[in-house]
């Protein structure tokens, strides 16, 4: 098994662009999420996903989005890249209580210029 | 959503030495859940905790769950290089989870 994958990762964008970072696990886990970490702050969820078709935002949502089409995949939209966006991006997935274990992907590292 | 302090921020052992982390909170935890990140890389689960007084060992590392389960800790015996990453708690559900700040340990010849 793969376990989580993300793509890509490493990517540098001009204020104003847009891009997908991708998610997609293996594992037929329900619940999905993504993750920002930034120096000092730890990790900060974005938006999750319950299941297909059912997504919700988390601490920190604007400026992304996020669709639930298939259980394997969940992918993340910037919609028009900031520079406050530049950080470190983790793709998570596990199969939820009661075990609360969560499954990273190996992260995007995003640099907003 | 509920919030939870981690201290230290950093740490820098020699290799043999003790490191302990801990976890608070103001308000009761459902639960914890203890990851390790080495640098450049990602988190990687260690360990749930459930119950009040809990407390588990994976080798040289102890894990604890205060009795009124708004605190926990990470106590790792005999530190060895191998344990150099950044050491998070968290707590919440499989969708919603909040993380600590971290601490870094530093471990040196």
């Known amino acids: 098994n793969a376990g989580v994958t993300q793509t890509p990762k490493f990517q540098v964008l001009k204020t104003g662009q847009s891009m997908t970072l991708q998610c997609a696990q293996d594992?037929?886990?329900?619940?999905m999420s993504w993750y920002r970490q930034d120096p000092g702050m730890g990790l900060r969820l974005i938006h999750y996903?319950?299941?297909?078709?059912?997504?919700d935002q988390g601490e920190v949502p604007n400026g992304y989005n996020v669709s639930r089409s298939t259980t394997e995949d969940f992918p993340l939209r910037l919609l028009s890249a900031a520079p406050s966006q530049t950080s470190v991006y983790f793709c998570?997935?596990?199969?939820?209580?009661?075990?609360?274990?969560?499954?990273f992907g190996s992260g995007t590292q995003l640099s907003v210029l | 959503g509920q919030q939870v302090m981690q201290i230290p921020q950093y740490q820098h052992v020699q290799e043999g030495e003790d490191f302990t982390t801990y976890c608070n909170s103001s308000?009761?935890?459902?639960?914890i859940q203890w990851y390790k990140q080495r640098p450049g890389g990602h988190p990687v689960f260690l360990i749930q905790l459930v119950k009040s007084g809990e407390v588990k060992k994976q080798k040289r590392l102890t894990f604890q769950f205060g009795e009124a389960k708004k605190n926990s800790s990470l106590h790792i015996t005999a530190t060895q290089t191998t344990d150099v990453g950044t050491y998070f708690c968290?707590?919440?559900?499989?969708?919603?989870?909040?993380f600590g700040t971290g601490t870094r340990l530093q471990v040196t010849l």
């Open positions: 594992m037929n886990h329900e619940y």
């Open positions: 308000t009761t935890l459902s639960n």
């Open positions: 996903s319950v299941g297909a078709g059912i997504t």
């Open positions: 968290s707590t919440g559900t499989a969708s919603k989870l909040t």
């Open positions: 998570a997935s596990t199969p939820g209580a009661p075990n609360e274990k969560l499954f």
